[in-house]
C-alpha cells in the first residue's frame, strides 16, 4: 500500500521539475529581469560594465573538462548553476569555491549572453579569474531543439517506468542533463529572435 502511495507522488515531483525547468526556460528567453534592492540585476552588471571600460569584459572565465576540452574567453557576467541554486558573478567577486549542479552556465560578453549546459563540477573565483571544472560541457549552438525535446520526454519516459533506486536515479540524471540541454537550445532561440 506504502508503494502505490510513493509512486503518484514520484510522479507529481518529476512532473513539477519538468514544468518548473520549462518555465525557467521561458523566463531566461523572455528577458525577464530579477530585482535585487529595487534595482534589476541588469542595471547592477550594467553599472559594472561601465566602471570597465568599453567591452566591461572584466572576468576572465576559463572552464575545462577532464578531456582537456575547454574555453577561455573574457566577459563581464556569469551566471553558474551551482549546487545551491544560481550564482552570479561580477567583476570584483571575492574569492570563493562552489560546487556546481547539472545546468546552463550563462556568461555576458560584448553585451550578448552566451549560455554553455555544464554537467556538474567546481567552480572556484579569485582576482576577477573563475574557474570551472566540470565533467563535461557542450555549447548551446550544437544542440538541435528537436532533439533536445525528444530527450526531455525520453528521459522523462524513462523516469516513470524506473523501479529501483538506481534506475530512479539514473534517470533523474537523463532528466536533468535533458532539461538543461532543452534550456540551452530555448535560450538560443529566443537570443535568435
Known sequence: MARTSQVPAAILLLTAGVLLARH????FCSGARP??????VSSLA??????????GDRVLLKVLSP???GISQSCSEVILPSASGQLGVLAGHAPMMSALDIGVLRYKQGGVWKPLVVMGGFASIDSNTLS???????TADKIEM???????????KRLEKADSKK???????MVKKAAAR????????????
Open 182 to 193: 532543452l534550456q540551452a537550445a530555448m535560450f538560443m532561440t529566443g537570443a535568435k529572435k
Open 146 to 156: 528537436d532533439q533536445a525535446k525528444e530527450a526531455m520526454d525520453e528521459a522523462t
Open 67 to 69: 578531456e582537456g576540452a
Open 46 to 55: 550594467l553599472q559594472a560594465e561601465k566602471e570597465g571600460g568599453e567591452s
Open 132 to 138: 570551472v571544472l566540470v565533467n563535461d560541457f557542450e
Open 167 to 173: 534506475d530512479k536515479l539514473d534517470a533523474t540524471q
Open 35 to 40: 530585482m535585487v534592492r529595487g534595482r534589476s
Open 24 to 27: 525557467v526556460g521561458e523566463v
